[in-house]
C-alpha cells in the first residue's frame, strides 16, 4: 500500500566489561517484553535484522555482543554499528555495563570463574585489558550503566526506565544521593556537593537517623542557606532539563553528596525529586551509601 510507514524495529545492543552484568540485564529486556539473543557473532547482525525481519510485527530485539564473540572486533563492533544505525527500519541504542576493578576482581574472586581476557593470567590483568579495548564502545554507548554499586533491583529499576517499552517519551532523571568517602557515582552527569550544610552527625540524638527521618529534615532545612541553594539547584535545572531534552538526551544522572552519604545529601535528594514530581518529570531516586554498607555485593551480576 502507497503511504504506509513502517514502524522501525527497537534493538538494543548490550555489552560492556565481562562480570558487569551484561547476561542479567538481556534477562531483564527479555522480561520486558525483548526477544534476548546472546553472543550473535558480529557477522549474522545483517542477517537477523533484514529488511523483511523489520516489520511493525515483530518483537523489539535485545542483542548480547562481548569479547567472547568469536569474530569479535572493536573496529568491526562499529562498522556493524554503523550499519544498523543507517537502516531506517531499524532504531538502535547500544547499552554498556562498566563496573570497577576492585568489585570485578571480587566477583571473580567469589564465582571463581577466569576472566575471557586472562585464562593463563591473574584476573586484574584480563580486567584492565578488557577495560583498555572496550574504551572506545563505551565512549560510543548511548546508555551507560555502572553496576560496581548497584543491587539487582536498582539494575532492574534503571533498564526499566530506559529502555521499557510502554514508556513515554522525554528525559527521565536518575537522582543519587551519596557519600564522598566511596567516591562520586561514575555515571553521574551532574554533581552537586552540600557537605557545606548545617551537619546532623554531630546532633547525638540525629546521628543514627537519615535525611528521611523528620527531625534530620528539619534540622538541614532551618539551615538558612539550605532554601536558597535548592531555590538556585531547581532553576537552573529548570533551564537545563529542556534544553538536554531538545538536543535528544533521554536519561539524566544528578548525584548529591555529603560527607557521609547519609543526612545532607538524602534529604537533598528527596526535596529535588519532589520538585522534579511537581514538574511532572520521570524520576528515579537512588540512595546509595545511606545505610551505611556503601552499596550491596554485586556476585550475582556475573
Not at 538494543?12 to 538481556?26: H, K, P
Not at 533491583?153 to 529502555?163: H, N
Not at 532545612?221 to 539547584?233: E, M, N, Q, R, W
Request: negative net charge; contains cysteine.
Amino acid at each position: 500500500m502507497t503511504g504506509e510507514t513502517k514502524t522501525p524495529r527497537r534493538v538494543v545492543i548490550v555489552t560492556g566489561m565481562s562480570g558487569a552484568g551484561r547476561t542479567t540485564s538481556l534477562k531483564m529486556l527479555e522480561d520486558l517484553g525483548y526477544e534476548a539473543v546472546d553472543n550473535l557473532p558480529l557477522s549474522m547482525m545483517a542477517t537477523l535484522l533484514s529488511v523483511e525481519a523489520a516489520s511493525s510485527g515483530q518483537r523489539p530485539l535485545a542483542m548480547g555482543v562481548d569479547v567472547r564473540n568469536r569474530d569479535f572486533g572493536v573496529d568491526a563492533f562499529l562498522d556493524a554499528l554503523d550499519r544498523l544505525e543507517s537502516d531506517q527500519d531499524v532504531d538502535v541504542q547500544m547499552l554498556y555495563l562498566d563496573c570497577d576493578g576492585e568489585t570485578l576482581l571480587r566477583r571473580y574472586t567469589e564465582t571463581r570463574r577466569r576472566h575471557p581476557l586472562a585464562l593463563d593470567r591473574p584476573v586484574p590483568d584480563g580486567i584492565r585489558l578488557e577495560r583498555n579495548l572496550l574504551a572506545p564502545l563505551r565512549d560510543r554507548a548511548d546508555v551507560v550503566i555502572d553496576t560496581s554499586q548497584k543491587t539487582l533491583w536498582i539494575l532492574k529499576e534503571r533498564i526499566g526506565e530506559q529502555f521499557g517499552l510502554d514508556l513515554g517519551l522525554g528525559l527521565s532523571v536518575n537522582v543519587t544521593s551519596f557519600s564522598y568517602r566511596r567516591g562520586v557515582p561514575r555515571e553521574s552527569d551532574l554533581v552537586f556537593d552540600v557537605r557545606f550544610l548545617a551537619n546532623p552527625h554531630y546532633d547525638d540524638a540525629l546521628r543514627p537517623l537519615t535525611g528521611q527521618d523528620s527531625g534530620v529534615g528539619a534540622y538541614i532545612a532551618a539551615d538558612p542557606d539550605f532554601d536558597v541553594f535548592l531555590k538556585s539547584l531547581t532553576t537552573m535545572l529548570g533551564i537545563l532539563l529542556p534544553r538536554y531534552e531538545a538536543e535528544g538526551k533521554s536519561y539524566l544522572t544528578i548525584a548529591v553528596g555529603c560527607t557521609g552519604g547519609r543526612h545532607r545529601s538524602v534529604y537533598t535528594a528527596e526535596r529535588l525529586v519532589e520538585w522534579l514530581q511537581n514538574q511532572g518529570r520521570r524520576y528515579f531516586l537512588y540512595h546509595r551509601d545511606m545505610d551505611g554498607q556503601g552499596g550491596q555485593n554485586g556476585r550475582d551480576m556475573l
